[in-house]
């Protein structure tokens, strides 16, 4: 028998149920964070698509520089975003840089 937070006779089962709980809770929590971590870095906002369409477009165009200032726009909202990433690389290898 333990004692819980009440005062009250508790059975070590039913303490050892309440950690897995909270274990299981604490797992789940951190899970959906990293996902949305993951799917933030893949997937664009929005905003941040029509900022890639912009950048795309100048870089189709043979307009590095402006299609590095669109990309780097962009990191400054979304810095994990690896679309914007790897326009900005690539615009700045067109400009030698």
């Known amino acids: 028998m333990v004692l819980s937070d009440s005062g009250k006779s508790q059975p070590t089962?039913?303490?050892?149920?309440?950690?897995?709980?909270?274990?299981?809770?604490?797992?789940?929590s951190l899970s959906t964070l990293f996902?949305?971590?993951?799917?933030?870095?893949?997937?664009?906002?929005?905003?941040?698509?029509l900022g890639l369409a912009r950048a795309k477009s100048a870089e189709a165009?043979?307009?590095?520089?402006?299609?590095?200032?669109?990309?780097q726009a962009?990191?400054?909202?979304?810095?994990?975003?690896?679309?914007a990433r790897l326009g900005r690389g690539r615009s700045l290898a067109n400009l030698s840089r």
Do not use: N
């Open 61 to 71: 165009d043979g307009c590095f520089e402006e299609a590095a200032q669109q990309y």
């Open 35 to 49: 996902a949305g971590a993951v799917l933030a870095a893949v997937f664009p906002l929005q905003s941040d698509a």
């Open 74 to 83: 962009i990191l400054k909202g979304t810095p994990s975003l690896v679309k």
């Open 13 to 28: 089962s039913a303490r050892g149920a309440e950690a897995s709980g909270l274990f299981m809770w604490l797992t789940l």
